[in-house]
T-cell receptor
Framework: SQTIHQWPATLVQPVGSPLSLECTVE??????LYWYRQAAGRGLQLLFY??????ISSEVPQNLSASRPQDRQFILSSKKLLLSDSGFYLC??????????????FGPGTRLTVL | AQKITQTQPGMFVQEKEAVTLDCTYD???????LFWYKQPSSGEMIFLIY??????QNATEGRYSLNFQKARKSANLVISASQLGDSAMYFC?????????????FGTGTKLQVIP
């Protein structure tokens, strides 16, 4: 079976500090990987998606970056956090082939508070 | 233009009643997919149901059904016999081809509250 992990679960960081959120997927290979951000009471905003190692597409201009150093590892980073970076960050994966509807499977999320 | 529109920020439903959550979409990709997810207060995203653009019949999964009206570009979620545990945020999403890749876009969500 496939599982997706995210850590940390919660994070409180000061403005201007760096950020690194990690997401790993087990039990599948060559998944499509996604980072979403959800502001409080709002919908999901797609930040980055990746179809393979080293292949990152950015959806919105921002001070965040993403990297995929291994097939099943997806990292979200920032050199200097802004207050507006606060939110709930969700990592998701999707099969590149097969699967009913190719739905996305989500990790448990990281709740980031920037003070 | 919004790719996915959910016009109901909040809905109330009496326990055991049915409720319809609205979703309209916009895409030029002839091969797309529509999804509904549930997000309880714990934050996890739970996949509920999927409808492909070429599917002839409306999708059903237990108490969930998707009222797919292709010409109107709507994909409403119907929850029958509501339960207290159905109280959550519900997101409609669409998968389409974008720049050679598959991309998924989410709506802003509808907060459903089931009243005992």
């Amino acid at each position: 079976s496939q599982t997706i992990h995210q850590w940390p679960a919660t994070l409180v960081q000061p403005v201007g500090s760096p950020l690194s959120l990690e997401c790993t997927v087990e039990g599948t290979s060559n998944p499509n990987l996604y980072w979403y951000r959800q502001a409080a009471g709002r919908g999901l905003q797609l930040l980055f998606y990746s179809v393979g190692i080293g292949q990152i597409s950015s959806e919105v201009p921002q001070n965040l970056s993403a990297s995929r150093p291994q097939d099943r590892q997806f990292i979200l980073s920032s050199k200097k956090l802004l207050l507006s970076d606060s939110g709930f960050y969700l990592c998701a994966w999707r099969r590149t082939t097969g699967g009913k509807g190719s739905e996305q499977f989500f990790g448990p999320g990281t709740r980031l508070t920037v003070l | 233009a919004q790719k996915i529109t959910q016009t109901q920020p909040g809905m109330f439903v009496q326990e055991k009643e049915a409720v319809t959550l609205d979703c309209t979409y916009d895409t030029s990709d002839p091969s797309y997919g529509l999804f509904w997810y549930k997000q309880p207060s714990s934050g996890e995203m739970i996949f509920l149901i999927y409808q492909g653009s070429y599917d002839q019949q409306n999708a059903t999964e237990g108490r969930y059904s998707l009222n797919f009206q292709k010409a109107r570009k709507s994909a409403n979620l119907v929850i029958s016999a509501s339960q207290l545990g159905d109280s959550a945020m519900y997101f409609c999403a669409m998968r389409e081809r974008s720049g050679g890749y598959q991309k998924v876009t989410f709506g802003t969500g509808t907060k459903l509250q089931v009243i005992p």
